[in-house]
């Protein structure tokens, strides 16, 4: 097991070196300088001058990457060009909306998805079975951004239970923000609930067709006790990839969602640096939630051998 | 053989959006290019069955029109997804321990770590937004998971005594992962490939939604909600026919992925008969 955490260690390093080099390079193909870019077409000689200095654009293309790299180690992720100060203050300020609210929306649907699943596994051809079904069939069909403006229009602007965006604050009160935080959480985690529950009802089914069930049922085990004890822990794996993938897609939704719920997290702080060509601020904050993500498949492969002792005798 | 009720059902909601997308090239009850200021904000009538927008738009014709980008974004976006990820899987897993198959599911990580929005507001960032660009960013998105899906459920076939009595037989890799791993794993990937599809649809009404998208004067379903979103409050048709439409057609298509795998999957197949 150990030796299997290493070498996943090793390829984690690997995979954030790789992501690293890629972005650096999306954002060096702009076509003209970074600098001419970001001040648009008007700017004066000196201006792009003085902010090619202020970026380090004067150096060669390899000491500015590991100029970028070893700054971002120590916590230093540049200065934004926009908002005039460091990155890493405006990702700090944001990153306590984005990461709290993906976590909410990852348990919201792990919560319903998982019991959900299991039911219509265990009722399979039955009208609860059936029920579930075509209700994340349709859960699996809604657009999370049309379900939250749906939400807001029943929630905040017809019973005025919520508000209809926007971002109090910690410090005013862990309720109060949780709050605010409690649509876009739903309307995040609704479709991905669906879905997950889907996997977790078809990889129990398969792993009910396995002999080793069928054996368990022949022993006279009931039809749960062989759910329970025997395809639970083997349908776990396929759904914990399901788990590991849907992090990213909450990153990503969670950037669509705060743009509809005007929450000021790492999303809107990116689409701010696009439409205002702060690249710095662009690079860091996508460079951060790569991070996240690959940090996130790690546990997850982790989690796999601990699951499944057949993976790791492999290596 | 009788159909699956869902491949039936759903084949005819998907059939009934791409019968519009392909409808839409050659007529629509109004022009989508003309605006009406005058006639703007109607609810759904019989000469506007849809209402109208706040331009005056009639919202049926523009929901043909979207159709088409929709359905044409999401097919060329898994097509690239499975011609990609699928072999790239396959051979991983035949690979499995190998540094080839750690090399390739590395590969996949790294394009996974970027969620399609992230790839697609790079790709913005230096190219600019167009609906080419958003086709390539849900594209890419979609190769890491066939991979994995088809890496994931070759390893357990591999591991089965008939590939071992292939192996014997003197079959090689690659017609092993053709002959036996692939059709033992195609349910796995109609399932996924329906899923991708459907979230092809739903990445591409987002981008559009965003501003990433097809770009204005294109009508796109995504388009239409972002610009619904500030009249909600007293004009809500606006934002609920281009939502149902999404969600029918995503719908459709997921039932027929189900009704699909009910015909193709022999296990299932066989315990009907």
């Given at each position: 097991m150990?030796?299997?955490?290493?070498?996943?260690?090793?390829?984690l390093?690997l995979?954030?070196?790789?992501a690293?080099?890629?972005i650096?390079?999306v954002?060096?193909?702009?076509?003209?300088d970074?600098?001419?870019?970001?001040l648009?077409?008007?700017?004066?000689?000196?201006?792009?001058?003085?902010l090619?200095?202020?970026l380090?654009?004067?150096?060669?293309?390899?000491?500015?990457?590991?100029?970028?790299?070893?700054?971002?180690?120590t916590g230093d992720f540049?200065?934004?060009?926009?908002?005039?100060?460091p990155v890493s203050?405006?990702?700090?300020a944001?990153?306590?909306?984005?990461?709290p609210?993906?976590?909410?929306?990852?348990a919201?649907?792990t919560l319903i998805a998982?019991?959900?699943g299991l039911?219509?596994?265990?009722?399979?051809g039955?009208?609860?079975d059936l029920?579930?079904?075509?209700t994340?069939?349709?859960g699996?069909a809604?657009?999370?951004f049309?379900?939250?403006?749906?939400?807001?229009l029943?929630?905040?602007?017809?019973?005025?239970w919520?508000?209809?965006?926007?971002?109090?604050?910690?410090?005013?009160?862990?309720?109060?923000?949780?709050?605010?935080?409690?649509?876009?959480?739903?309307a995040?985690?609704?479709?991905?609930?669906s879905?997950?529950?889907?996997?977790?009802?078809?990889?129990?089914?398969?792993?009910?067709?396995?002999?080793?069930?069928r054996?368990a049922?022949?022993?006279?085990?009931?039809?749960?006790?062989?759910?329970?004890?025997?395809?639970?822990?083997?349908?776990?794996i396929?759904?914990?990839t399901?788990?590991g993938?849907q992090?990213?897609f909450?990153?990503?939704?969670?950037?669509?969602?705060?743009?509809?719920?005007?929450?000021?997290?790492?999303?809107?702080l990116?689409?701010?640096?696009?439409?205002?060509?702060d690249l710095?601020v662009?690079?860091?904050v996508?460079?951060?939630l790569?991070?996240a993500?690959i940090?996130?498949?790690?546990?997850?492969?982790?989690?796999?051998?601990?699951?499944?002792?057949?993976?790791?005798?492999?290596? | 053989?009788?159909?699956?009720r869902?491949?039936?059902?759903?084949g005819?909601?998907?059939?009934?959006?791409l019968?519009?997308?392909l409808?839409?090239?050659?007529?629509?009850?109004?022009?989508?290019?003309v605006l009406k200021?005058t006639s703007?904000?109607?609810l759904?009538?019989?000469?506007?069955?849809?209402g109208?927008d706040?331009?005056?738009?009639?919202?049926?014709?523009?929901?043909?029109?979207?159709?088409?980008?929709s359905i044409a974004?999401?097919?060329v976006?898994?097509g690239i997804?499975?011609?990609?990820?699928?072999?790239?899987?396959?051979?991983?897993a035949?690979?499995?321990?190998?540094?080839?198959?750690d090399l390739?599911?590395?590969g996949?990580?790294?394009v996974f770590?970027?969620?399609?929005l992230?790839?697609?507001?790079?790709?913005t960032a230096?190219?600019g937004?167009?609906?080419?660009n958003?086709?390539?960013?849900i594209?890419?998105f979609?190769?890491?998971?066939?991979?994995?899906?088809s890496?994931?459920g070759?390893?357990?076939?591999?591991?089965?005594?008939y590939?071992?009595?292939?192996?014997?037989a003197?079959?090689?890799?690659?017609?092993?992962?053709?002959e036996?791993i692939?059709?033992?794993i195609?349910?796995?990937?109609?399932v996924?490939?329906?899923i991708q599809f459907?979230?092809g649809?739903?990445?591409e009404a987002?981008?559009?939604y965003?501003?990433?998208?097809?770009?204005?004067?294109t009508?796109?379903?995504?388009?239409m909600?972002?610009?619904?979103q500030?009249?909600?409050?007293?004009?809500?048709?606006?934002?609920?026919?281009?939502?149902f439409?999404?969600?029918?057609?995503v719908?459709?298509?997921n039932?027929?992925?189900?009704?699909?795998?009910?015909?193709?999957?022999?296990?299932i197949?066989?315990?009907q008969?």
């Amino acid at each position: 097991m150990l030796h299997f955490a290493f070498t996943r260690l090793i390829s984690l390093s690997l995979s954030l070196i790789a992501a690293s080099v890629v972005i650096f390079s999306v954002i060096e193909i702009i076509p003209g300088d970074p600098a001419s870019f970001m001040l648009g077409i008007n700017a004066q000689p000196d201006t792009i001058a003085a902010l090619r200095d202020q970026l380090g654009l004067n150096g060669s293309i390899i000491s500015r990457y590991f100029n970028w790299i070893s700054g971002m180690l120590t916590g230093d992720f540049g200065i934004s060009y926009t908002y005039r100060v460091p990155v890493s203050e405006l990702i700090m300020a944001r990153v306590w909306i984005s990461l709290p609210l993906a976590i909410y929306a990852l348990a919201i649907s792990t919560l319903i998805a998982f019991p959900v699943g299991l039911i219509a596994a265990a009722n399979r051809g039955r009208p609860v079975d059936l029920t579930i079904m075509g209700t994340t069939q349709l859960g699996v069909a809604i657009p999370n951004f049309w379900f939250a403006m749906i939400l807001v229009l029943i929630f905040a602007i017809n019973l005025r239970w919520f508000s209809a965006g926007g971002f109090p604050g910690w410090d005013q009160g862990f309720l109060l923000s949780i709050k605010s935080l409690t649509l876009p959480a739903i309307a995040l985690a609704l479709p991905q609930a669906s879905i997950l529950a889907r996997i977790m009802r078809s990889s129990i089914l398969d792993t009910l067709d396995q002999d080793y069930v069928r054996t368990a049922r022949a022993k006279g085990l009931t039809r749960s006790q062989a759910i329970w004890r025997h395809a639970l822990k083997n349908a776990m794996i396929p759904v914990l990839t399901i788990i590991g993938m849907q992090f990213s897609f909450l990153m990503a939704g969670a950037i669509i969602i705060e743009n509809v719920f005007f929450l000021p997290g790492l999303g809107r702080l990116i689409f701010q640096g696009i439409t205002q060509r702060d690249l710095i601020v662009v690079e860091s904050v996508v460079m951060l939630l790569v991070f996240a993500v690959i940090t996130v498949t790690f546990i997850v492969d982790i989690t796999y051998a601990a699951v499944d002792p057949r993976l790791r005798r492999k290596q | 053989m009788k159909l699956p009720r869902t491949l039936i059902f759903g084949g005819i909601l998907f059939a009934t959006f791409l019968f519009a997308a392909l409808a839409s090239f050659f007529w629509t009850p109004e022009n989508v290019e003309v605006l009406k200021i005058t006639s703007r904000f109607k609810l759904p009538s019989v000469i506007n069955w849809f209402g109208t927008d706040h331009f005056g738009r009639d919202i049926f014709s523009m929901i043909m029109v979207g159709a088409r980008t929709s359905i044409a974004v999401a097919v060329v976006a898994v097509g690239i997804g499975i011609i990609i990820g699928v072999p790239l899987g396959l051979w991983a897993a035949s690979r499995h321990g190998h540094w080839l198959d750690d090399l390739i599911m590395r590969g996949n990580d790294l394009v996974f770590a970027f969620p399609s929005l992230i790839i697609a507001i790079l790709i913005t960032a230096v190219f600019g937004p167009s609906a080419f660009n958003a086709i390539i960013a849900i594209g890419i998105f979609n190769v890491p998971v066939f991979a994995r899906i088809s890496r994931g459920g070759a390893l357990s076939i591999w591991n089965l005594d008939y590939i071992l009595s292939a192996r014997v037989a003197g079959k090689g890799t690659f017609r092993i992962s053709a002959e036996h791993i692939l059709p033992n794993i195609a349910n796995l990937l109609i399932v996924q490939g329906t899923i991708q599809f459907s979230l092809g649809i739903l990445a591409e009404a987002a981008l559009s939604y965003v501003g990433l998208g097809v770009q204005p004067p294109t009508p796109s379903w995504g388009r239409m909600l972002a610009d619904s979103q500030t009249m909600i409050s007293f004009a809500p048709h606006l934002a609920l026919f281009p939502g149902f439409a999404i969600i029918l057609t995503v719908l459709g298509l997921n039932l027929m992925g189900d009704g699909l795998r009910d015909i193709l999957d022999p296990r299932i197949r066989r315990a009907q008969k």
